[in-house]
């Protein structure tokens, strides 16, 4: 083994380098858990609504939604109308509010939420475990500093 | 050059992703707000890291590119690097043009004031950069440094 080339760095890497390499590693660990998440026919967007569903605990207002996942309307409403074709979402009119629709769970999106969180799970451990060499806490530093 | 295959791969959708309390997610919070904070960084020259990658491909080639090499290293459709390249030209970064060997194909070339526009942008881009890894700790950078590293092995 080399022992040299294993040696850290003395020097900081080059910023525009070390800002691209965490812009394509990002997109490739978004690609590893979309991935994960195929085969349940579920995406990343259609998954974090399902959540937001499942901790409401009850139906929520499609504007409600938008605003929780930080998106347009008219993205909410395309995803909704993925899921409610898929069965795992039903929308049904407002009983305080005729002008509003609430999307809520069906048996079926709750048990695709699961399965999804569970899919989800396992690609996050599968990725971590290839950190494990990292020094985890700094690691966790730098993506605060960073997310800051 | 790979880091516009990296610009072209994240997603954007800007949704809230389903969990957001582990370590891969909060790697993902982070390129999300260091692309936002590039984005800014670029937004004063009137482009976005897509439009910057359009010019970037095209100055990198020294030459006119048919939209279909541009889509096929932008990673993307046909109809975005249309509209994309429908921008920079409305600009007037970018010209269209026939091309003599295939006349069914259009040429896609950057105009002066697009060389110049690519300049600026990637002098701009290349502060914020500098920016962003400024903030981070020797230890910090070197840790991310590894996982970068690891992740994409």
Known sequence: MNHRARKRPRRSPAPDKLVFSLLRAAGEVESRLEAALSPSGLSLAKLGLLRVLAEANEPLP???LAQQQRCVRSNITQIVDRLEKDGLVRRRADADDRRSVRAGLTPAGERAYARGMRALA???RAIKSSLKSTDASSLQAALETLAR | MSHNRAIRTRSRNGARRPAADSLVFSFLSAADAVEARLEAALSPTGLSLAKLA???FLAD???ALPLSELAARQHCVRSNITQLVDRLEQDGLVRRRADLDDRR?????LTPAGRQAHAKAVGALAGAQRAIVRALEAGEATSLQNALGALSS
């Open chain 2, 54 to 56: 359009v010019l970037h």
């Open chain 1, 122 to 124: 396992q690609a996050q």
């Open chain 2, 105 to 109: 194909s259009v040429l896609a070339e």
């Open chain 2, 61 to 63: 080639a020294k030459q």
């Open chain 1, 62 to 64: 499609l504007s409600e």
